[in-house]
């Protein structure tokens, strides 16, 4: 199976802020990582599919980079609404992973 | 638009059984592959089951597999999860989601609770 890390595991910022999540992964995955946005009492949301793109209807502030082992999700200017957690998967095989979160609380 | 409806949880006991439901609108259901995935008190997101269409490709997580079976039925739009001989760690809330190279677009969610 594909292990996914992610750090921080959790982080406090403004509204505002530039925040950046990196995921790793146990093996070369390409650019098979997205992202997700999960805020308490809701379904997750994906942000980024294939490591950089935007999911349609996601706001410009989330983007993605990264292949290979080491990918990172950023969020230019952090909005009240992106107080969440935030979560990396991998879509390269079977057992689909997901990484262990990151919360993003409010300073 | 895109919906996706779960329904079926409830508290059972260790060892019973649960079906979940997953109804979806919004979309030719049967031009896509479809997952569950849950989420247990305090714990991240696992990817359970995964189902083509027609349904002959299924994989689980080992977690699940030889206690939980995932059916479609593309005629009413419709998702299954068979949930047998489970567990208390089986406590989650139950999401399924439509998966292309993602999970694009997820349910709401169905909770179940496994305690005697």
């Known amino acids: 199976d594909i292990q996914m890390t992610q750090s921080p595991s959790s982080l406090s910022a403004s509204v505002g802020d530039r925040v950046t999540i990196t995921c790793r992964t146990s093996q070369s995955i390409s650019t098979y990582v997205n992202w997700y946005r999960h805020q308490p009492g809701k379904p997750p949301n994906l942000l980024i599919y294939s490591g950089s793109n935007l999911q349609s209807g996601v706001p410009s502030r989330f983007s993605g980079s990264g292949s290979g082992t080491h990918f990172t999700l950023t969020i230019s200017s952090l909005q009240p609404e992106d107080f969440a957690t935030y979560y990396c998967?991998?879509?390269?095989?079977?057992?689909?992973?997901f990484g262990q979160g990151t919360k993003v609380e409010i300073k | 638009q895109v919906q996706l409806v779960e329904s079926g949880g409830d508290l059972v006991k260790p060892g019973g059984s649960l079906r979940l439901s997953c109804t979806a609108s919004g979309f030719n259901f049967s031009d896509y592959y479809m997952s569950w995935l849950r989420q247990a008190p305090g714990k991240g997101l696992e990817w359970l089951a995964y189902?083509?269409?027609?349904?002959?490709?299924?994989y689980y997580a080992d977690s699940v597999k030889g206690r939980f079976t995932v059916s479609r039925d593309n005629a009413n739009n419709s998702l299954f999860l068979q949930m047998d001989d489970l567990r208390v760690e089986d406590t989650a809330v139950y999401y399924c989601?439509?998966?292309?190279?993602?999970?694009?677009?997820w349910g709401r969610g169905t909770l179940v609770t496994v305690s005697s």
């Open positions: 998967q991998q879509s390269y095989s079977s057992p689909w992973t």
């Open positions: 989601a439509r998966q292309a190279r993602d999970f694009d677009y």
């Open positions: 189902i083509r269409t027609p349904g002959t490709t299924i």
